[in-house]
């Protein structure tokens, strides 16, 4: 096996691309609060990095908030026109990005880190991205340097695989993906890519302000608290959790059940469902401050479910997700679950479904559901009521487990090690040494009869009379000889005419439907 490249803040650099990004303009998901977090590990850890994504037009183009982490914010001439976020003007901003990007990052990014001495990672997210990775695997080739930077494209979801050329994808670079369950939907489109897991800031590891959390539970007092927070999005099973506490109440429970949705129509589906099965809700539209939300929940009065209809801050949310007897994060679909992950971390008991929820292990750090049914829900409400000893062991062990998946332990224990094992797929090598010839300024001679017969002397192959000469993938060079035209031989070729000894990318065999 050939050595592994040492992969140090000494030895490379990095480059995100996203469309999302930190920028209240930039957030429209999970996604960017992704990259900031990632960027910020990155930086902390040493390494230059460079979050490319489309930001704030009204912010700096270049900006760097902490040493190591530089900002670009990409298309704000685009921006200015679409003030209503990232997403607004998509294809304006995509057609833009595909043309422009591959080229700033190879002359801006890729290039400088070469003449430092230093390799390039490249990650890529989402579809948005995909076409964009491809140019720039090419551009790459062209200017002499893919041997200097790993290519790696991430999905953190389905949408837009529609618009994804996946053959080509698979070849220019890494696939990635969360979660085994994202792997084993993508082996659908016949990919089978590598794993790195979501992460949360490491300082969030940690239970909320515990006179906060008192407060919470006396403002119920002699009741349950149930909460759910998310999108208005079936996927995100509202109605079954809607049904699991009409069934509460009509079993005698004293439950209190705080909700924050968005702006989605499913959610009036959800609110009628709600006062169809006898269920009394009032909206609530408490102010940022956490001690003030709470003393506003207080004074509210009483129902069977509070409706958040106004911005919560992460610290009221984590003080909801240490001080309730339960978290909902029952989805069916989810991707990797990072709110059942945050849940965990600040000590809480999380309700998460069996699909993307890798860190999930059913009644150590959480309840596992493997149905849409409310029942589920209902018998692990009872579980915690019978064993409180129980209960405590799981908010000891879901912080245990949040800590493991800090994008600190992520970065070190995962990324790293994926980026050594696909620099190796990739034939990516060190500083100083090369297997990519660069573009000659001057044209090479197309081949010629000479140069076809040499090639075969080189092979020992005896080609027939007028035959075209196929020069087998197990030898080191093609030529032993100086090329036509006094260029180096193997001048103009992929890795300067040495052979690929191994796929440039993994494939799952092929599936018989």
């Known amino acids: 096996m050939a050595d592994l490249l040492r992969l140090t803040p000494e030895t490379l650099e990095f480059v995100l691309l996203s469309f999302e990004g930190p920028d209240?303009?930039?957030?429209?998901?999970?996604?960017?609060?992704?990259?900031?977090?990632?960027?910020?590990e990155l930086a902390r850890q040493g390494y230059k990095t460079h979050l490319v994504f489309i930001g704030d037009p009204d912010l700096p183009a270049r900006e760097s908030p902490i040493e190591n982490l530089t900002l670009h914010r990409w298309g704000q001439w685009l921006s200015t026109h679409y003030r209503g976020g990232v997403y607004q003007g998509e294809e304006s901003k995509l057609i833009d990005w595909n043309e422009q990007v591959p080229g700033y990052v190879v002359s801006e990014m890729v290039k400088p880190a070469v003449a430092a001495g230093r390799l390039t990672a490249v990650l890529a997210e989402e579809w948005?991205?995909?076409?964009?990775?491809?140019?720039?695997?090419?551009?790459?080739?062209?200017?002499?340097?893919?041997?200097?930077?790993?290519?790696?494209?991430?999905?953190?979801?389905?949408?837009?695989?529609?618009?994804?050329?996946?053959?080509?994808?698979?070849?220019?670079?890494?696939?990635?993906?969360?979660?085994?369950?994202?792997?084993?939907?993508?082996?659908?489109?016949?990919?089978?890519?590598?794993?790195?897991?979501?992460?949360?800031?490491?300082?969030?590891?940690?239970?909320?302000?515990?006179?906060l959390v008192a407060k919470l539970r006396a403002a119920f007092p002699g009741r349950e608290l149930v909460f759910k927070i998310g999108r208005f999005s079936p996927d995100k099973r509202w109605n079954m959790a809607i049904d699991a506490m009409a069934e509460e109440k009509h079993a005698g429970h004293e439950v209190a059940t705080v909700i924050r949705g968005g702006v989605e129509p499913h959610g009036a589906e959800v609110l009628a469902r709600a006062y169809g099965r006898g269920l009394k809700i009032v909206d609530v539209k408490p102010p940022r401050d956490p001690a003030e939300a709470i003393q506003a929940l207080a004074e509210t009065q009483r129902a069977d479910i509070y409706n958040i209809t106004s911005f919560m801050s992460d610290d009221l949310i984590n003080v909801f997700y240490s001080g309730a007897d339960a978290v909902l994060a029952n989805s069916g679909h989810e991707p990797f679950g990072l709110v059942g992950l945050e849940v965990m971390a600040a000590g809480g008991v999380?309700?998460?479904?069996?699909?993307?929820?890798?860190?999930?292990?059913?009644?150590?750090?959480c309840i596992a559901l493997?149905?849409?049914?409310?029942?589920?829900?209902?018998?692990?409400?009872?579980?915690?009521?019978?064993?409180?000893?129980?209960?405590?062991?799981?908010?000891?062990?879901?912080?245990e487990t949040a800590e493991s998946f800090s994008w600190k332990n992520v970065v070190e224990d995962n990324?790293?090690?994926?980026?050594?094992?696909?620099?190796?797929?990739?034939?990516?090598?060190?500083?100083?040494?090369?297997?990519?010839?660069?573009?000659?300024?001057?044209?090479?001679?197309?081949?010629?009869?000479?140069?076809?017969?040499?090639?075969?002397?080189?092979?020992g192959a005896k080609p027939a009379h007028g035959a075209a000469v196929a020069v087998p993938a197990e030898t080191e060079t093609l030529a032993d000889g100086p090329a036509p035209g006094g260029a180096p031989a193997g001048a103009g070729l992929p890795y300067g005419g040495q052979a690929m000894t191994k796929r440039p990318s993994i494939k799952p065999p092929t599936i018989e439907s």
């Open 128 to 211: 948005h991205t995909a076409y964009s990775t491809c140019q720039l695997s090419d551009r790459l080739w062209a200017e002499g340097v893919r041997d200097k930077a790993v290519l790696l494209w991430n999905a953190n979801n389905t949408i837009g695989f529609d618009r994804i050329d996946w053959r080509r994808l698979d070849f220019c670079s890494q696939i990635t993906t969360v979660s085994r369950y994202m792997k084993h939907v993508m082996w659908g489109q016949g990919v089978n890519p590598l794993v790195i897991p979501n992460g949360i800031p490491g300082d969030r590891v940690k239970r909320a302000d515990s006179e």
């Open 370 to 399: 493997d149905t849409d049914d409310p029942t589920e829900i209902n018998i692990g409400l009872d579980f915690l009521r019978q064993h409180p000893d129980i209960v405590e062991r799981m908010r000891y062990d879901a912080m």
């Open 24 to 40: 209240q303009y930039s957030m429209a998901g999970g996604l960017g609060v992704r990259m900031k977090e990632l960027a910020l």
């Open 415 to 459: 990324l790293l090690g994926k980026l050594r094992y696909v620099a190796l797929r990739q034939l990516v090598t060190p500083p100083g040494k090369s297997r990519v010839t660069p573009t000659p300024a001057d044209p090479v001679d197309p081949p010629t009869a000479e140069a076809a017969a040499a090639a075969a002397r080189a092979t």
């Open 350 to 365: 999380t309700f998460v479904g069996t699909t993307g929820e890798d860190y999930a292990v059913p009644f150590l750090n």
